[in-house]
């Protein structure tokens, strides 16, 4: 080994010195697979972080958002990425109509109606509910306004089907509960035939599952107190069957509400209504004032432990019909967190200057719009009523037409958050607070055991009434 003082005289001799190469010379093709391994280290680098950021936010969104609440999430962050305050959302999307707008809502928060009489429709014209001969995906449009192909198109992410029955007077000895379970049944047949676009669902989860695959989430809704027959263990066995609301009354009385129609028997709720109200708040049935008296919506509203609902009901403000929610109850609705679903029948919705059958979509926008500006969005849904024997408004003539109201209430200034709202998500969130509720009454009180009323039956007073098929064959 050379000493420091030999290379130093050979530098000042001139003579050449021997230099240590510190790395070998890499050749044209060394060159290419260095370049290719660290292309290869950097894509994978890269593609673990990406899925490692897709994994938390997933996560995130299944325990803490529904997939309503995602759609916003999403639109939030994609303006955050590029840059772009959300509420200038229209530099995003300057090319889009308002039909192209709501089809990309829909896609992330289809449709939850809350009152759907198909089932209602079947029984009557086919005699008894027989579905063999039925196709259900493409039923006669002058007669049907659901089937499966039209409910696609509309968008629909999920139902609320009426189970209903004639209601009368409440004394009567009647076939209702029999007449109900059979309705029951014809909804389960009904998800039962076609397996691949429906599914039975009786809660919130369920709800989200589903509509994630892409099927129809399937629930029942009992339309009138009187299907229960003033029984508790009735009521209970309908929970059991999976009906997830009960409207209280329909358009007579029961032994413990009134209707909106006279004669007011009880002056609101009656001695035991209370007693009703509270089994439904401890099942997690869902409490429904569609239907009832003035009275009946103010006390069960401050007597519920959980929000409300009305079905499928307007606003009387617009359309004087007792069948419309008045403006001091929609504040009680705001105080208590609850939800209006907008019915689309011409005759709860028609307006000033409206003749005849000429009533248009304008008139269930016009109607939203009031809830909107007296008490939020927040409070708005969407209960259409379809192939309940009613007109529809014109130009939501089926279930298909959906997507048309949703552009209409972008034109007139619903944003994209409040009509991830009205399409669904307000529902849902009411729907989980009755779970909620429920729950908590089932971990500190002791289960119920109120059997209900004792009703003194007897057969109708008049003949006509006791040839309908739903009064007691022993009358």
Known sequence: MKSVKGLSNNRRQGNAVPQR??????????????????????????????????????REWGNNRGIYAQLWSLHTHYALLTRVNPANEKMLFSVETSLD??????????????????????????????????????????????????LKQGRVGALFYSAYVDCYNYT??????KKTLEQIDLVKRIIAKY???????????DIKRITSTGKIASLIGLEGGH???????????????GVRYMTLTHSCA??????????????????????????????????DLSHVSRKVMDQ????????????????????????????????????????????????????VGDVGDAVGMGRVVEHMLHVKNLIGARHLGMGADYDGDIVPVDGLEDVSKYPFLIASLLEHGFTDDEIVGVTGGNLLRVFEKVEKVAHEMQQARKPIEEMGMDVVKRCPDTQPERRTGLINKGC
Do not use: C
């Not at 299907?227 to 069957?241: E, H, N, V």
């Open 227 to 241: 299907q229960i027959d003033a029984s508790m263990g009735t009521l209970r066995m309908m929970y059991d069957l």
């Open 195 to 205: 397996p691949h676009e429906f599914e039975f669902a009786t809660s919130t989860t």
């Open 21 to 58: 190469r510190k790395h070998r010379a890499f050749s044209p093709r060394d060159d290419a697979q260095e370049y290719r391994a660290r292309f290869i280290l950097k894509f994978i680098f890269y593609l673990g972080l990406a899925a490692t950021a897709a994994f938390y936010i997933a």
């Open 254 to 287: 029961t032994a413990w509400a009134d209707s909106s129609n006279p004669p007011f028997v009880h002056d609101g709720l009656g001695p035991d209504g209370a007693k009703f109200i509270y089994e439904m708040n401890r099942l997690g049935i869902m409490v």
């Open 172 to 177: 009567w000895q009647t076939d209702n509960l």
């Open 101 to 150: 707008r709501a089809y990309r809502l829909l896609k992330f928060a289809p449709i939850i109606d809350t009152h759907n009489d198909l089932p209602f429709k079947v029984e009557l014209l086919t005699g008894g509910g027989n579905l063999s001969a039925m196709d259900l995906y493409n039923l006669p449009k002058e007669w049907y306004q659901t089937d499966i192909v039209r």
């Open 300 to 351: 069960t509203i401050r007597t519920s432990a959980a929000p409300v609902i009305f079905s499928h009901s307007s606003v009387l403000a617009i359309t004087n019909h007792t069948r419309n929610v008045p403006d001091d109850i929609l504040q009680l609705v705001k105080e208590k967190d609850g939800v209006v679903m907008i019915n689309f029948y011409k005759e709860y919705v028609r307006g």
